[in-house]
């Protein structure tokens, strides 16, 4: 899309444009993982990287099937599903029985002996043999020719009044190639049991894209396929990239002969076994067991990724996650926000404090919260003000609140100001770090005298019973005035 944009407004510099956002596109990655910015990318739940595990599986397996059965890849899943009853009436003999060999020998061959010699490499280098020598004259696909030699250096173009066009679409190319790079990462992560560095490679893929854009290359990302297979294949270092790299190279200048006749049918029975092994079936198995709304996560992101695309799969999935756990954590803050005049099991308090509570008589509102309050909990601090009317002097104990959220601050500020147009006293406990710098930002203090900022809950409600007291007084001596 963005080469035919820019190829059709620029006819005659299009092309070398197009490489230039390529390059734009490196030099955006190389930022992002300066920035660190790769974390962000990769903070998702299991069940949304279990959904495009097993969706890249499957669209591995349905993909490879048509060259299997001796026909051409299908270049969509969808176009796969709409000819494979085509393609299973009328299968290739010789393309299906290599393929099946193919299996055969990846899944069939010993432990020890794929430890020497990887089982792919085993049945590509067999099945080619036979193919070559045995099935001289078959109907086979082969890979066919590759185009050898290096292309021409590109030097960067600008034109000026495209320039930020040129730079949405690098920014664009940047960050689908690092949202693909980075789940490539977390599959061959999950598959290896080990953690990636997420800002590295984003810095390795952009200095890719840079240089590749400068030799007139497409912009290029992680391969779910070629990890995979390279990870099943015994590759557990960089070095194994770094193999893979140089032989393209060498099959690029001029090595290409030797790829000629492989068959597409061995390919495809090598990446069937692949796309078997990505499928996540422990978790496949158990998902509905662990939680049916997981599991409902994970098969919708496994659609999606089979019938749609993965990035889509992954924002819908991460997207519906995010809400489930929002809704967990505002049940879980709405639990431990707690407003009362009396003393009760839930509040925990001192012996002490519930004698000043209790001598009150309802007069003092006691307002607890716990664990951090985020946007979630803003509605419940507003409807927990809402049950109790009658007081005269409130207590926000803010002592074991760690983190207190913008939306959540608000709604403790519409409550004090409420509380004190309504001539009630407010008093602030325990607000530090944090907290007591968002405070301080929405001017709360300012409109408290110092004395009602306090330190801890007893000497709170020891102030604020001796003003209970005070107002209680005073309506004593004016009743008996009258």
């Not at 290599?98 to 899944?107: C, D, E, R, S, W």
């Not at 008589?361 to 803003?378: E, T, V, W």
């Not at 110092?450 to 801890?456: A, E, H, L, M, Q």
Request: glycine share 10%; with cysteine; net charge positive.
């Amino acid at each position: 899309t963005v080469f035919s944009a820019l190829i059709a407004k620029n006819p005659d510099v299009g092309l070398a444009m197009a490489f230039t956002v390529v390059m734009l596109g490196g030099l955006f990655q190389i930022l992002f993982g300066l920035l660190r910015l790769g974390k962000y990318i990769t903070l998702m739940p299991y069940t949304v990287i279990s959904g495009f595990m097993s969706g890249i599986g499957v669209i591995i397996i349905l993909i490879q099937i048509p060259p299997l059965l001796g026909y051409k890849s299908s270049s969509s899943v969808v176009g796969a599903l709409r000819d494979l009853p085509q393609f299973l009436a009328n299968p290739n003999p010789a393309a299906l029985g290599i393929g099946i060999l193919t299996l055969a020998i990846v899944f069939g061959a010993p432990a020890k002996l794929n430890r020497v010699l990887p089982s792919p490499l085993l049945a590509l280098v067999f099945g080619t043999l036979i193919a070559t020598y045995l099935l001289p004259n078959a109907d086979l696909i082969l890979i066919g020719d590759i185009p050898t030699g290096l292309p021409k250096l590109q030097l960067p173009v600008f034109q000026l009044d495209q320039i930020k066009d040129m730079l949405v679409y690098g920014l664009m190319l940047a960050t689908l190639g690092s949202i693909d790079s980075l789940l490539t990462s977390l599959v061959a992560d999950n598959i290896t049991r080990t953690q990636h560095d997420s800002d590295r490679e984003l810095i390795g893929q952009g200095i890719g894209n840079l240089i590749s854009g400068l030799f007139g290359g497409l912009p290029g990302a992680g391969a779910t396929m070629r990890t995979v297979v390279n990870v099943r294949a015994g590759g557990k270092t960089p070095l194994s990239g770094v193999i893979h790299g140089f032989l393209l190279l060498v099959i690029v200048l001029g090595a290409g002969k030797l790829t000629e006749s492989i068959p597409q049918a061995i390919l495809a029975g090598i990446l069937i076994k692949v796309g078997i092994d990505i499928i996540d079936w422990s978790f496949l198995k158990r998902a509905h067991r662990i939680s049916m709304k997981a599991a409902a996560i994970m098969y919708g992101v496994l659609f999606l990724t089979v019938f749609v695309d993965l990035i889509t799969a992954v924002a819908v999935g991460v997207f519906v996650a995010n809400l489930l756990t929002i809704q967990k954590l505002t049940d879980w803050q709405a639990g431990e926000i707690q407003a009362t005049t009396i003393p009760n099991e839930e509040m925990r308090l001192s012996h002490e404090e519930k004698q000043l509570l209790l001598q009150a008589h309802g007069r003092i509102l006691l307002f607890r919260l716990g664990g951090p309050m985020s946007f979630g909990a803003a509605k419940s601090i507003s409807r927990r003000m809402t049950i109790v009317e009658k007081f005269d002097v409130l207590i926000l104990d803010f002592s074991d609140v760690p983190i207190l959220g913008v939306t959540a601050s608000l709604a403790i500020e519409t409550m004090i100001k409420d509380a004190i147009e309504q001539r009630r006293e407010v008093f602030v406990v325990g607000a530090s770090g944090d907290v007591q710098k968002r405070l301080r930002c929405l001017e709360i203090f300012e409109n408290l005298p110092p004395r009602n900022r306090v330190t801890n809950r007893l000497e709170a409600l020891q102030q604020a019973l001796e003003i209970v007291n005070g107002y209680q007084s005073e309506v004593t001596q004016s009743k008996l005035k009258v």
